[in-house]
């Protein structure tokens, strides 16, 4: 649209002035087209015109221009057969429409479509001429430049490249844009591109769920090859973004074009062999992959998955030229198949397309028959024969003749359509439609924005915000049949409209793996970088290297992972422990000293061989009790001594077995109280030893300060003062069972916790001031002159005594879990059995074995005290 002309404003600019007096011809100010004039390559007149651009062409020869002189219309190559059956589906639409009463009756739609040639800048060329029209001169020189756009829509373009520049171009006009091929998920856009629709869903979807498919098969270690325009970019930048959070890593990314040279696209090949990925990722259009697979046949690179884009996953070009089978068992993404009622029919009868005339539909023509024009400048051939323009199809076999794009044909009808149902909307069309009305386009956007209609075969059409359709896909499978053809056979579907644990169904049956191998799981690719990591270990990532490649380190004792691939290693509950495969947490085993184990039978039989050892000296004492050496010292503190001696024996047991509170509290407290009684018996004892020396001196009367009943004060108040130290520990703070956690990493140690740490040493600290006590007065008195004299024998128990105590101490706190309980009664029974033996044995030898010693005479006899 040309709005350059002759106006006040653009006059007081002196450059202004100067480009229009420039371009003026004879004194006379005109608006003129600029360039060379293009013409459409399909065109029908119509009350209102629609325009389409197509890549009727794959590329265009690269010319180097000199700058010196014009350079020449670009030159297309290389016929694209299924852009004009995209030209045909449009014209079907239009036709039916046409032929319609109930939409826009009286009114008929006409068309300009050309070519593109997949070039940008083409594209841009051929969007302007549309807009503007082609007319030399567009106005006189009274007239304003400026006037409605020629055309009121835009089907097209045929790539998201070529789609993005022409919306650059016609956006600020508002005119509609309405493409079935551009995906590129940067179209979305619409502070960029607000007059851009499409019937095509949009690569973001798409990219997803080549992501999601990649994940569900367990490939994480992919190859990535992309086109390098818009369209593969974009769409590899977003499968790259999921795929980084689905846990896939790309070994490589490259792109291309098909216009690359040799060496660069050779320089993919080497890529792809010094990887070790096994599934290549290629979000590609089908002219740059025909360019690529002619490379990978001429190194017959086979053996890798191949997963497409909808740009080429059912391109027949590319299946003809796969024969040495690369691409077999590749699977894709693909617009769901759909069926228009005459729609085949009429793409299959180009006699519609005979009444051009144009270069492009004469190199169509003899390209579809094999067959030449008498006027065409084409090269001839032998086999050629000459083309008459009523040729059909009836037995050719070609690329066109194959529909396998008919579902992106049927965006194009559905493009047509949502432009006619807009203008039917503005036009107020009933009976008949109101031509009178001023088309504007950004009123037809608005409309077509908001349209919602159903074709004649039932599917719902509308657009979103952002100017999209709903997503969705069907997968495709590339399957090989016997006569080499490759058939595109629907595995499975994806709709991005359901919950993301339902987007993605798949039916395994069919599948065709790389190298024509069928769906079981050892024949299905395996592409990973580290092979997963069993439960029991968990990952660490290779320095230097992607997340996906690492090594698997086995948890250490007490973690535990029971999923696979995992990245940490959970702790076991303290009470619980790893098992040998670390996949699992176990219970601990609960280690205290019980009655079953040999140690616990040694321990509790030694305490009541103790017992009854005490019981039987005991027997002897009561059976002798009349004679000398049982009566001398008070019997009755011998008495009191064996039965504390008898407790100690048995209090020992109240350590072996599963702790509780109530055992926790007695064992400490009896051990205290029956120790201090055994003590004070002792000590009772060696008082009474020194008191009968004294007594023996003249004028001595000390016996009377120390008889019978001074002694059993003296024990029992001895004895009281360890019960209220006892009370005041279990009152404070009693012991209690505690579960030791940490001195043994795979055991629970039950142990008696000592609750106040100064009851517990002031029990044991006031047993050994008593133990003291007794020793020093014992040895004092271990030289008195008696021929019996018991504070020999006291001073030896009572050193024993205390060698057994002290060396408990540091055993007790280096000895592990249930040894140090082994230990503590080990010094009960060592010390109750030297206390047993040291004062009573010898005794129980001369009323036994040596009764003629036994004798008062004997007992009264002083002798010299032989050294200690």
Known sequence: ?????????????????????????????????????????????????????????????????????????TECISLNFIQFQAAQAMIFALEEINNSTDLLPGISLGYNMYDSCSSIATSVQVALALVNGNEVVSAPTEAPCTRPAQVQAIIGASSSSTSMAIATVIGPFHIPQISAFATCACLSDKTKYPSFLRTVPSDYYQSRALAQLVKHFGWTWVGAIRSNDDYGNNGMATFTETAQQLGICLE?????????????????????????????????????????????????????????????????????MDTHHILDGAIGLFIPKAHVSGMREFILDVKTLNSSSNKVFTEFWEALFNCKFKQSNSSSAENQRECTGHEDLTGVQNSFTDISFMPTFYNVYKGVYAVAHALHSILGCNETCNNKVQLDPLTILQLIRKI????????????????????????????????????????????????????????????????????????????????????????????????????????????ISNITDSITCERCHPESWSNDRRDACVKKEAEFLSYEEIMGVLLTAAALFGTCMTAVVAAIFFTHRTTPIVRANNSELSFLLLFSLTLCFLCSLTFIGRPSEWSCMLRHTAFGITFVLCISCVLGKTIVVLMAFRATLPGSNVMKWFGPAQQRLSVVAFTLIQVVICILWLTISPPFPFKNFTQFKDKIILECALGSAVGFWAVLGYIGLLAILCFILAFLARKLPDNFNEAKLITFSMLIFCAVWITFIPAYVSSPGKFSVAVEIFAILASSFGLLICTFIPKCYIVLLKPEKNTKKNMMDKGTSKPF
């Open 252 to 320: 490589y990314s490259v792109a291309f074009f098909r216009t690359d040279s040799s060496d660069k696209i050779k320089n993919i090949i080497d890529i792809i062999k010094a990887s070790t990925s096994k599934v290549i990722v290629a979000f590609a259009s089908g002219m740059d992959m025909v360019v690529l697979l002619q490379t990978l046949s001429q190194h017959n690179l086979t053996g890798y998955q191949w997963i497409g884009s909808e740009g080429w996953i059912i391109h027949s070009q590319t299946a003809e």
């Open 452 to 559: 919602q209609f159903k074709t004649k075969e039932g599917n719902e059409v509308y657009f979103n915000e952002n100017g999209d359709l709903p997503a969705k896909y069907e997968i495709i499978n590339w399957q090989p049949t016997e006569n080499g053809i490759v058939d595109f056979v629907t595995v499975g579907l994806y709709d991005a409209s359901l919950p993301a644990d339902k987007q993605l169904s798949l039916q395994l049956e069919p599948f065709i793996w790389a190298e024509n191998s069928k769906q079981e799981s050892y024949h299905m690719p395996v592409s990973v970088c580290s092979d997963k990591c069993p439960p029991g270990t968990r990952k660490v990532l290779q320095k230097g290297k992607p997340v996906c490649c690492y090594d698997c380190i086995r948890c250490a004792k007490g973690d």
């Open 1 to 73: 649209m040309n709005s350059s002309g002759k106006t006040k404003n653009c006059c007081t600019n002196p450059i202004v002035l100067l480009l229009v007096v420039s371009f003026s011809q004879g004194g006379e100010l005109v608006c003129r087209r600029r360039g060379d004039q293009e013409n459409p390559q399909l065109s029908k007149d119509g009350d209102i015109i629609l325009g389409a651009i197509f890549s009727f062409h794959f590329s265009w020869k690269v010319r180097q221009d000199t700058y010196m002189h014009k350079p020449l219309p």
